[in-house]
């Protein structure tokens, strides 16, 4: 029985083959009648929609070669295509250093090396991401994450009770980007546009001014109510009066943001718009390198190592400013603002001598606006949170140089022009600035630490 059954469907099978056959005959035909072009390739055609299925350990290897290959190209493209990668091995010799060594100067030293390109693969990899999120929510991830490698070094020594070490460094991000990053730009674009003067927005600066004057208020309060003794509670009112002006900062933050992405949405428009209109050229054909969750995988990655460094690098401070014999004012001021704003630094810089000087000024000031009205508050309330006695008495040596630098980048920017010599200027007030800071002893810096370990 089962034979014959087994013989009818094998019968049933050829008919449905020649049924198959006669039909496919039958469409050639009509398609020589009706269509004008060779046959053969139709036939070709036919065949090459239907492929042959593929076995299922065939596709699977087929699979995992995909993978591999998209892993592998994903990361000859992150870590092997720009030179400042070279730096790379700098952060696992740093941890190597470490852990047979008790060279402090020297982990301090190569871990500052070792997060260099990392913070500067982070904002490569943020704009990445910018590709598919659209200008406004991609200006405000460049914004976000720009400073990222301040934020994590901030949380590392707040982890450490070093509350001198997050004002001082966070300060010195402040001056760096204010003085060094905008004064290299500035004198950059002014050379190479040496017969004539650059122009930027001057109302997006001015605003900008006026936040960074609103930062230096929330920080002159606090130190005044400390140097003239004049606390309603000693010891309360000082740390009281930080934390309020802190959540109104924050606030103002807020409403700065909101309002850029509302009311002033030309400041996050694409960096080629402004010039492709004045010398003709465009690149809106860029394309990006990843794809979005690679980007994403890539930003986790360099926030996950540059914590790792952060956490030698923070420990290593007071070491290294006793084996160097600098002081650690001059290190959380001058060199570790170097980490973060290196990437700042080149870009900025780039952007200026391809005369486009509000993004120049954007990555500079807004940089800078940013930090002071968003992280130093944001540390406060997290010190606040975590019961640590974080406040925005940054002591009075170091106000009077913000209160400075402020004033000196909003004279200078306040005509809307720049030249080679504006940026020169710059660069010798932060001369000043990094000389004061060599010759400057501040006790507190050691107390910290002393007081948080008894």
């Known amino acids: 029985m089962g034979g014959s059954d087994s013989h009818m469907i094998g019968i049933d099978s050829r008919l449905e083959m020649g049924s198959l056959a006669e039909k496919t005959t039958l469409e050639i035909e009509e398609m020589r009648l009706v269509s004008p072009q060779p046959i053969d390739r139709k036939i070709s055609s036919l065949e090459t929609s239907h492929p042959r299925p593929i076995s299922g350990a065939g ?50 030293f190569l871990s500052l090396l070792g997060i260099i390109p990392l913070a500067e693969r982070l904002g490569w990899a943020t704009e990445q991401l910018a590709f598919f999120t659209g200008p406004t929510v991609g200006g405000l991830l460049n914004a976000t994450f720009g400073n990222a490698t301040e934020l994590i070094i901030s949380m590392r020594a707040m982890k450490n009770g070093m509350i001198r070490v997050i004002q001082q460094s966070l300060l010195g991000s402040i001056l760096s980007n204010m003085l060094l990053v905008l004064g290299c730009a500035l004198l950059g674009g002014g050379i190479v546009h040496c017969k004539r003067e650059q122009v930027f927005n001057k109302s997006s600066a001015a605003m900008d ?18 140097f003239t003794h004049t606390e ?21 933050y807020v409403a700065y943001i909101f309002f850029q992405l509302t009311s002033q949405k030309h400041l996050y428009a694409p960096i080629n718009e ?33 914590s790792v460094l952060s956490e030698y690098l923070v420990n290593a401070i007071e070491g290294a400013s006793v084996a160097m014999n ?29 005369d486009k000087l509000d993004i120049s000024l954007g990555v500079a000031i ?34 009077a140089t913000l209160i400075m630098t402020v004033l000196v980048v909003t004279f200078m920017l306040q005509e809307g022009t720049s030249n080679y010599f504006k940026g020169l200027m710059l660069l010798l007030c932060y001369l000043i600035v990094a000389a004061s800071f060599f010759v400057h002893l501040d006790p507190e810096s050691v107390q910290d630490k002393l007081e948080d370990h008894p």
Do not use: Y
Request: aromatic share 10%; net charge negative; with cysteine.
């Open 326 to 354: 600098i002081p650690i004012a001059f290190i959380s001021v001058i060199l570790l603002p170097i980490v973060g704003n290196a990437a700042e630094h080149a870009g900025a810089v780039m952007f200026a001598v391809k």
């Open 209 to 226: 001014s006026g936040l960074l004057l609103m930062a230096v208020m929330g920080l002159l309060f606090p130190t005044v109510l400390h």
């Open 59 to 108: 596709l699977q290897n087929f699979g995992c070669k995909c993978i591999l290959s998209s892993i592998f190209r994903s990361i000859k493209i992150a870590l092997f295509s720009n030179k400042l990668n070279l730096l790379l091995p700098c952060g696992p010799l740093a941890i190597v250093v470490d852990k047979l060594t008790n060279h402090h100067g020297w982990v301090f």
């Open 232 to 252: 309603l509670h000693f010891g309360k009112s000082e740390l009281a009066l930080s934390r309020f002006s802190s959540c109104v900062m924050l606030v103002a």
């Open 366 to 399: 807004g940089s800078s606006t940013q930090i002071a009205m968003f992280l130093i508050p944001f540390t406060v309330v997290v010190g606040w949170i975590t019961g640590r006695p974080m406040d925005l008495n940054f002591q009075l040596f170091e106000t």
């Open 274 to 306: 402004e010039g492709s209109q004045a010398d003709g050229s465009s690149d809106d054909d860029e394309e990006p390198d990843l794809s979005k969750w690679e980007s994403i995988m890539w930003l986790l990655v360099l926030t996950s190592l540059i």
